[in-house]
């Protein structure tokens, strides 16, 4: 091909300025790598926003902003109180941090439901919750006045009085006693210990979680954006105790965290995988240069190629995806074969040419209408992304697409002039593989049982094809053993917790009913929630309900003066004695049901009356701690008054309210409809209902089609373009069939070799 070979003569003839040339656009691609370097790790954005699917959801964002950049703090206690004391410390502490958090709100740890809770039962957990309250009336009576060990044991004691007056069980009280036991026996063992008074309110004991909701101030120059909040976020929980060595454990979730950590995985260990590729290259490159010098003026073109790459790169695209990133791989594996191949050919013309100069022209002669064939084709392959609407892709292939023009242009000339610097020497034998020509003669002679097998494999792999799925869950593309992930796991799990919802937005809350009536009915929701739904149903009867309680309850602990505490020896008199009591009681009720949980606190009351008294100050702090809690909460919670629209807080209306009075409408699945196939069918009943609908399931459905339509659409692409450059180039259609035949056979048995280990394709 006559302009290779002129231009790698004129490279050979003045190497100098071809260097020159490259170093100033090698310094300028690093200029513009180091400056403008940038990584977008949000894979919503691996998608087109003009696609209409996605121009929904970012009409969605723009409208409920509230719900975008978070991070979500999930706080694990001891005990729900203490859970919730945490919660509330480390909000008010965010909010003081302007320069690092926007905002900081706990969803359900409102003034507003801690007063208004109650309301939001159903009418028979309501009358449940109110008659186990005023059954504890006299029990909270006796705590409240001694809140002690004292006053614990006296509250014990009494229990055990309703038992022997048939007015209760230990059947009934179990649950109760294997509390108390379990906490002291913690306390005994020198472990941290705290006993939750939720269930005496009717709350789930076992509900020790609190959730933070955060806005951080992301610094999106940095390569992790949330890290710098994150960072302050912790060390501001560990300031104020929220420790595990308190019983407390934090963690961190939500779209900052795992686009943060994602990256931080994709950066973890880079420099080991860089050496090893490095080495890999290299020692490919000795099997087939042999020579240091030849090495060096490859791996040099490499890098020029890869840095002016890069640089152009960021100008054209502006920050790199999780996909685009990519091309740095693509660049070494493919890029280096231009040069390979040019320094093989020009290794086997050495050997018989004179001088260097003549080797490199005949170099060129040999192999540059065949490097240039391969250049067109790659380039074309991956430009053929260009105008699809996977812009993850779209940007590689363009990124991509560049850097092989790259790679080709410079091993036509930079490489040439090394050569012509370096001075590699002479080649002593002719270069080749004739060990290979036998196995050319035995596949020439099998060519057709070799043809006949071939195509036995493909109809064999042909159902493993059909099977072949796309995962465009963007969950499974990363580390599940990180904590944003593992957390974000754990709460998808949670019907009350799940982020798997999907969003309806009406015009207005008018709208709601009607659209929500027609969601309830499908059979793959669980669960609609409006800002009607915040508006309670029967709150007349309940109003009732809790008035009643409220005059029952709450007169009799605060009538109560608090008695004096008592000493350690009066504590421990009172510890025995319930512990004699409760054994006794055992012992009359031989093998009915709970009496083994009245045994156990008998003897873990024994066992702290003979312990020292730190560790009765210690279960003293245990079961004491959260009582105070509990009676706030009490009285705030039957208080309770009529709750309309116009009551709700603004920071609750602004996120089921857009600014232009659109209503948000959620909707939640059933749990055989959280993930999988399950997860794809509730996003496509929820959207014949509301064509609009956004939320996590709708994404991962709607991007799935829209990336195999464009691959399906590439490939069209890809396979027309490249037939077109071979037909142009051969003129031959065998030629054509033979040179595309094993690129597609290769590429059919991929994805049939994909499915069978259990592969599935991913963004």
């Known amino acids: 091909m006559r302009p290779v070979e002129a231009t790698v003569a004129f490279c050979a003839r003045r190497p100098w300025i071809v260097i020159a040339a490259s170093l100033l656009l090698a310094l300028l691609g690093s200029w513009l790598s180091v400056t403008r370097f940038a990584i977008n790790t949000d894979t919503a954005r691996l998608i087109s926003p003009s696609v209409p699917w996605r121009a929904t959801e970012v009409a969605f964002d723009r409208a409920f902003p509230g719900r975008t950049d978070l991070v979500l703090v999930v706080i694990d206690a001891t005990t729900p109180e203490q859970a919730g004391d945490a919660a509330t410390r480390l909000t008010a502490e965010l909010r003081r941090r302007p320069d690092r958090f926007r905002g900081a709100k706990q969803p359900d740890g409102t003034e507003f439901f801690a007063r208004n809770g109650f309301l939001y039962l159903t009418e028979q957990d309501l009358r449940t919750t ?283 000339t930079l490489l040439p002039a090394l050569i012509a610097v370096l001075r590699p020497p002479g080649e002593r034998e002719a270069v080749g593989t004739a060990s290979l020509a036998a196995v050319d003669r035995w596949i020439e002679r099998r060519r057709w049982p070799i043809l006949a097998a071939t195509a036995v494999v493909i109809a064999a792999g042909m159902p493993a094809l059909v099977r072949l799925r796309f995962d465009s869950d963007p969950m499974n593309l990363r580390n599940r053993s990180v904590e944003s992930v593992s957390t974000y796991d754990d709460l998808r799990r949670n019907p009350d917790t799940s982020p798997i919802t999907v969003d309806v937005v009406v015009p207005s809350l008018e709208a709601v009913p009607a659209m929500a009536a027609r969601l309830e009915a499908l059979p793959e929701v669980e669960r609609v929630v409006s800002l009607l739904s915040f508006v309670p149903e029967h709150q007349d009867r309940k109003l009732a309900l809790i008035a009643a309680t409220r005059e029952a309850l709450l007169p009799a602990p605060s009538q109560i003066q608090p008695v004096p505490p008592p000493s350690d020896a009066e504590r421990v008199e009172a510890l025995r004695l319930t512990a004699g009591i409760l054994a006794e009681a055992a012992g009359e009720a031989p093998g009915k049901e709970g009496v083994g949980s009245a045994q156990r606190l008998a003897k873990a009351f024994a066992a702290l009356a003979e312990a020292d008294p730190e560790r009765r100050d210690a279960a003293s702090r245990a079961v004491t701690a959260d009582f105070p809690a509990l009676l706030t909460g009490l009285r705030t919670a039957l208080a309770a008054e009529r709750v309309t629209r116009e009551d709700l807080p603004p920071d609750l209306v602004e996120d089921w309210m857009s600014p232009k009075a659109e209503a948000r409408i959620e909707v939640s699945p059933k749990p055989g409809f959280r993930d999988g196939v399950g997860n794809l069918s509730f996003a496509r009943a929820v959207q014949a209902i509301a064509p609009d609908a956004t939320g996590a399931p709708v994404t991962i459905a709607e991007s799935g089609r829209t990336i195999v339509e464009a691959f399906v659409e590439a490939g069209i692409f890809s396979l027309v373009t490249i037939t077109l450059i071979l037909w142009i180039a051969m003129r031959r259609l065998l030629d054509v069939l033979l040179a595309l035949g094993p690129l597609v056979l290769a590429g059919v048995m991929t994805l049939q070799a994909a499915q069978l280990v259990g592969l599935d394709l991913n963004f």
């Open 130 to 412: 109110l008659e186990r309250l005023e059954e504890q009336r006299e029990i909270l009576a006796l705590f409240a006045s001694d809140q002690t060990l004292r006053g614990f044991s006296q509250l014990v004691t009494a229990t055990v009085r309703g038992v022997q007056l048939d007015a209760t069980s230990f059947a009934d009280l179990a649950p109760l006693y294997d509390r108390f036991a379990g906490t002291i026996e913690a306390g005994l063992a020198g472990r941290l210990a705290r006993l939750s008074w939720r269930d005496l309110s009717g709350g789930r004991a076992d509900d020790s979680r609190a959730l933070v909701l955060v806005r951080p101030v992301l610094d999106y120059a940095a390569l992790q954006p949330g890290a710098a909040a994150t960072t302050a976020l912790r060390e501001t929980a560990d300031r104020l105790g929220l420790t595990p060595a308190n019983g407390i454990t934090l963690r961190l979730t939500g779209p900052v965290p795992l686009a943060d950590e994602e990256f931080g995985t994709i950066a973890e260990n880079i420099e080991i995988h860089g050496a090893l590729t490095l080495l890999a290259v290299l020692a490919i490159l000795w099997l087939a240069l042999r020579s240091a010098k030849l090495i060096a003026a490859v791996l040099v073109t490499l890098l020029v190629g890869l840095v002016v790459t890069s640089g152009l790169g960021l100008l054209l695209v502006g920050q790199f995806n999780l996909i685009s990133v990519a091309f740095f791989a693509l660049f070494i594996g493919l890029g280096v074969d231009f040069g390979i191949q040019f320094a093989v050919r020009y290794r086997a013309d050495r050997f018989e040419a004179r001088d260097i100069a003549s080797a490199l022209r005949a170099a060129a002669r040999g192999i540059g209408f065949s490097l240039t064939l391969a250049a067109l084709s790659l380039i074309a392959g991956f430009l053929s992304f260009l105008p699809t609407a996977f812009l993850g892709v779209s940007e590689l292939g363009l990124i991509a697409g560049l850097g092989m023009a790259i790679a080709y242009a410079a091993s036509v």
